[in-house]
């Protein structure tokens, strides 16, 4: 049984900043990639990956958020973060801790955190 427990988020004003943290723990199924997706409202959960990073450190931005927010993970701890700058009301939504997919994938891993949700006010 893989669990991945999420912390951080909360309430900003643009221009701020927000860490969000995700712990795996158990054996995670599938690839080594852990990744960030967030799912605004009327949206699917898997709809817009922000960030994804794999074991070598290898990672990957959405367009919209390329600059101001950095992914990290702690293979040691199993863990990823992410650190987001600048926020912008658009950046509103749950956020979502994924693991496992592989990194030629365009899929998620099987293995998703609870949410946390980020507000960001203008």
């Known amino acids: 049984q893989v669990e991945l427990a999420e912390t951080g988020g909360g309430s900003v004003q643009a221009g701020g900043s927000l860490n969000l943290s995700c712990v795996a723990s158990g054996s995670i199924f599938g690839g080594d990639v852990m990744a960030w997706y967030r799912q605004a409202p009327g949206k699917a959960r898997d709809d817009e990956l922000v960030?994804?990073?794999?074991?070598?450190?290898?990672?990957y931005y959405a367009e919209s958020v390329e600059g101001r927010f950095t992914i990290s993970r702690d293979n040691g701890k199993n863990s990823v973060h992410l650190r987001m700058n600048l926020l912008r009301p658009e950046d509103t939504a749950v956020y979502y801790c994924?693991?496992?997919?592989?990194?030629?994938?365009?899929?998620?891993?099987?293995?998703w955190g609870q949410g946390t949700q980020v507000t960001v006010s203008s």
């Open positions: 994924n693991a496992g997919s592989r990194w030629r994938s365009n899929l998620p891993g099987p293995h």
């Open positions: 960030a994804r990073i794999d074991s070598t450190d290898r990672t």
